[in-house]
């Protein structure tokens, strides 16, 4: 029986175009991406056939405008696509997410940003080479730009650092937790442009395509982690390497505008974590009414403690999504602060939530149920993730919220 969507069209209102791209990633995703699954995970290797068939499909261009020859899926019709990749293989939609990120930034956003009219220009020259390659030559992009330190939370300029030389620019710096690295054909790297007396500003952050086979560009580190095994996710160093003009992603500035004016670019790692809540819970109940795939028809449905965790899992699952689509729906340019703290607080429930209802699953299914042979050890250790990853890790979430709530704009106890 194919699996329902998680988003009814008819109940949720989506529009035909997000029923479409849902329902094209729901088939991928079940019939390609879950069998590989496991074994992705264990051998803690990049899905290469995953993203073959996410070629073939078009969705590699998800986000790349129709006029360029992508799927032009905007921002809310890219994330409910998404969360159906997540379902089937969290590493695959989390690596995915890193890729689409590049064109999404580029793309939907960009457009609902102001720019000068040379900026514009620029950037629509740019940004067809870009997509160019994406559309006619299947090419994947990376999206590091975690460093181990306060930058990636959004404090601090990032010590990856660009020099203006003849024709580009000179990139020197390490980036950690870089998934796809070593799977990327371009590194779409966060850095900030030296300029002036030196002092580094978030205002000068640039945002370039860096191409994996640059001189000076190394991937190194060992990569064993508890869960997003298959994110491949290894330290990126890069010495001297001179990236030309033409792969600013953005013009200079405005990376830090976007940071500004469009919030929600930062919940688009939520998709992955809401597909994985939502197999948990569908693993549970297949499970107890002895449908699981791989095991004898054995019913546990009948016991009254399972039906209330089950329920207890429902009840969870409902909160996230509904939570989360409603932010995901409020998503744009210059949101109020209280749409903004509903981000926050959807970005923070997604995330627990996930690896609360894993957590649920195996307890409620049983012994058996967390042998590495069924998915639910997987979506576990995956879900796990979710919480730690920045701008928007779950403690920060918090911090934002507690001082949204308890302080207007302009308002301080120093
Ligand atoms: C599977 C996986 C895949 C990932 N893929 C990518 C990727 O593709 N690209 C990428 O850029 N990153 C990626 N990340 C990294 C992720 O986004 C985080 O940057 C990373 O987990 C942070 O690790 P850390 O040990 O530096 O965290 P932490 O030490 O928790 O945070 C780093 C810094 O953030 C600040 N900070 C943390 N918590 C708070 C707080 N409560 N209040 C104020 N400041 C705080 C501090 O300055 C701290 O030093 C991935 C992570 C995982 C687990």
Request: proline share 6%; charged share 25%.
């Amino acid at each position: 029986m194919p699996d329902r969507p998680m988003f009814d069209p008819g109940l949720w209102g989506l529009t035909p175009r997000e029923a479409e791209l849902a329902a094209l990633c729901r088939r991928l995703g079940r019939e390609r991406f879950a069998p590989r699954a496991a074994r992705y995970d264990r051998e803690a290797r990049f899905p290469t056939e995953n993203y073959r068939d996410l070629r073939a499909a078009g969705l590699l261009a998800i986000c790349v405008p129709e006029r360029y020859g992508g799927l032009g899926a905007d921002y809310r019709a890219y994330m409910i696509a998404a969360a159906e990749i997540g379902r089937y293989c969290g590493a695959t939609a989390l690596t995915f997410n890193m890729h689409v990120c590049s064109c999404l930034w580029t793309g939907d956003l960009a457009d609902d940003l102001d720019m000068t009219p040379e900026e514009r220009e620029g950037h629509e020259r740019r940004r067809r080479i870009h997509y160019r390659r994406i559309v006619e030559e299947g090419k994947i992009y990376a999206q590091p730009f975690s460093e181990g330190g306060p930058a990636a939370a959004g404090l601090r300029p990032f010590e990856t650092t660009a020099r203006r030389v003849d024709g580009g620019w000179i990139l020197n710096g390490r980036k950690i937790f870089a998934s796809l690295a070593g799977n990327a054909d371009y590194y779409g790297v966060l850095c900030t442009e030296v300029r002036g007396d030196g002092t580094p500003s978030r205002r000068d952050t640039l945002y370039l395509a860096v191409a994996a086979d640059a001189p000076g560009v190394r991937v190194e580190g060992e990569w064993d982690p508890l869960g997003m095994r298959a994110t491949v996710s290894r330290d990126l160093h890069f010495t001297d390497v001179f990236v030309p003009e033409e792969e600013a992603l953005m013009p200079p500035g405005v990376y830090h505008r976007a940071v500004l004016s469009w919030p929600h670019m930062f919940l688009t790692l939520t998709p992955t974590y809401l597909g994985l809540a939502q197999v948990a819970y569908d693993f549970t109940v297949a499970y107890l009414r002895g449908e699981a795939e791989g095991m004898p028809p054995v019913r546990r449905r009948m016991y009254p403690t399972k039906q209330l965790a089950v329920a207890q899992m429902h009840v969870m699952l409902e909160q996230a999504k509904a939570l989360w689509f409603r932010a995901v729906s409020e998503a744009r340019r210059d949101p109020p602060k209280e749409a903004v703290m509903r981000a926050w607080a959807a970005q923070y429930t997604v995330m627990e939530t996930a690896n609360e209802l894993a957590r649920l699953a195996i307890r409620t299914c049983g012994g058996q149920a967390m042998l590495e042979k069924f998915p639910l050890a997987r979506i576990y250790r995956d879900s796990r993730c979710g919480s730690l990853m920045l701008p928007w890790t779950a403690e920060i979430c918090l911090d934002r919220l507690g001082r949204a709530a308890l302080y207007e704009e302009g308002e301080t106890d120093d």
